[in-house]
């Protein structure tokens, strides 16, 4: 039986080159996208969270440029003109001293923020540190840690507060800090059950097996890959921050006057809710706005940063 008969030494064989032993083109590689790149390109895709960013942005901006776009200052009093209803010299009216209520939600806007970052910076700073050592080093550190915590969750955020000021005494200052204390076991609980997951992964103990020290591998493999829960939490954190200055202010116990802060300007507004409905709806419009943005990005944050949501996402949804 015949068979075909062998193709020459020199001769060409398919996806090897020519016979002049020429090699196919070089394939051309594709940069891998930074991954903090591809995250905000998979935001920018959900319409709801991102534009909940540009609110929340055109809001911080605000309040960083609260003087130059505020009409007037947050104290000027004008009797003449108390209790006008809103038009276009006073576009949300004015309060019972004739001041100008959108000056003074412009200028709120820089304290009711500056408490809420203040106070989930103690928070996140604090609770992470906590959740880290007791989620890698686990046994008798992790017991001791969470009790505390625990205890910690004992009592309803509010009253824990309101405590923390009864102490302390009132001020932004202060409200900044008891917020931040409540809001730490949350951070401690979020960060210990991300690392719980992460500690025991190849690359971690493959880094151990060859001398990384502790801190290395807290800094290097633990906290990065642990922190999309975290950053999420904080997103989350935040909405609920302004919510509580704006509840404490409420009570009295947060901004004290004459300093203009969304809860306080509802509390001095419920006295005239049925004559100047403006004092209470405009303030109460900021928060419900700030708090709404708030939580949406967190969404879209805990859309992006799970993996398989990503995919989904990356793949178009299919």
């Known amino acids: 039986m015949t068979g075909q008969p062998l193709p020459p030494p020199d001769a060409p064989v398919a996806g090897q080159g020519d016979a002049k032993g020429t090699s196919p083109g070089p394939t051309t590689l594709r940069p891998v996208r930074p991954r903090w790149r591809e995250t905000l390109g998979l935001l920018a895709r959900n319409p709801t969270a991102a534009t909940a960013t540009l609110v929340l942005i055109g809001i911080i901006l605000m309040s960083v440029f609260d003087e130059t776009l505020a009409p007037q200052g947050p104290n000027e009093i004008d009797v003449a003109d108390r209790l006008q209803s809103p038009s276009w010299s006073h576009p949300f009216g004015t309060d019972d001293l004739g001041r100008d209520i959108l000056s003074r939600v412009i200028l709120g806007a820089g ?24 989620g890698f080093y686990g046994r008798w550190v992790d017991d001791v840690l969470m009790r505390i915590m625990d205890m910690f969750f004992a009592f309803p955020a509010v009253l824990l507060a309101i405590a923390i000021l009864a102490v302390r005494g009132p001020g932004s200052g202060n409200t900044a800090l008891a917020i931040g204390i409540v809001y730490i076991p949350i951070f401690a609980r979020v960060t210990r059950a991300s690392v719980l997951g992460v500690r025991e992964e190849v690359y971690v103990r493959a880094s151990r097996s060859v001398g990384a020290s502790d801190l290395r591998l807290l800094t290097r493999h633990v906290l990065p890959n642990a922190a999309p829960p975290i950053i999420v939490q904080t997103s989350i954190s935040l909405a609920f921050a302004v919510l509580a200055e704006a509840a404490l202010s409420f009570l009295g116990l947060g901004t004290q006057p004459p300093s203009p802060s969304w809860g306080l300007m509802l509390a001095e507004g419920r006295g005239f809710i049925d004559l100047a409905w403006w004092l209470a709806f405009f303030p109460g419009m900021a928060i419900f706005l700030t708090v709404l943005c708030f939580n949406l990005l967190g969404d879209g944050l805990r859309d992006v940063l799970d993996p398989k949501q990503r995919t989904l996402m990356a793949g178009g949804g299919r």
Not at 115 to 131: D, M, N, P
């Open 111 to 134: 304290v009711s923020l500056r408490v809420g970052f203040l106070a989930v910076g103690i928070a996140l700073v604090i609770g992470t540190l906590i959740g880290l050592l007791a």
